[in-house]
């Protein structure tokens, strides 16, 4: 019943410092240990019986494991850091240049509006060419000729 009850003005500004420090040092801690846990699945130099002991090391003995693997393979740790992002960044560019058809679709609006700006097509001929190539039809290198004669005949000299 005499139990002495503590009130927050109890606890020192100092020790709600410390307290915090631990708190983020030891959430820091569990992000190493993820980290390294990632990175031992990623290399893939590493047979698979190293893997298993590394990763058996740093969960059953994890202040241990991690600080002997920092020492070990921390260096290597960067590297193949390094090498996953700019196989990311290839890959991701890749698939622009894939999905973008590498510009294609770019110089054929670009000939199409020369062809129109010379006069070789109207601007009726230019909009239905135009919608063909971004739609995804038939090539946008013979417009005039893929459509049906227009009304109105184009003069040679424009």
């Given at each position: 019943?005499?139990?002495?009850?503590?009130?927050?003005?109890d606890y020192p500004l100092l020790s709600a410092f410390w307290t915090m420090l631990?708190?983020?040092?030891?959430?820091?801690w569990f992000?190493?240990?993820?980290?390294?846990?990632v990175d031992i699945f990623r290399d893939d130099s590493m047979s698979g019986w190293a893997k298993a002991g590394w990763l058996v090391f740093c969960v059953l003995l994890p202040f241990l494991g991690?600080?002997?693997?920092?020492?070990a393979r921390g260096k290597d740790m960067g590297r193949r850091e390094v090498a996953q992002a700019r196989a990311q960044q290839q890959a991701?560019?890749?698939?622009i240049r894939e999905t973008a058809g590498s510009g294609g679709g770019v110089d054929d609006?670009?000939?199409l509006s020369e062809m129109r700006a010379r006069g070789d097509i109207t601007d009726e001929e230019f909009g239905?060419?135009?919608?063909?190539?971004l739609s995804g039809g038939a090539p946008a290198g013979r417009p005039a000729s893929s459509s049906t004669p227009s009304s109105t005949p184009s003069t040679p000299g424009r």
């Open positions: 019943m005499n139990a002495q009850i503590y009130l927050a003005y631990w708190f983020f040092l030891w959430i820091l992000i190493l240990l993820f980290r390294i846990i991690v600080l002997v693997y920092v020492i991701f560019d890749s698939y609006l670009a000939r239905r060419a135009k919608d063909q190539l």
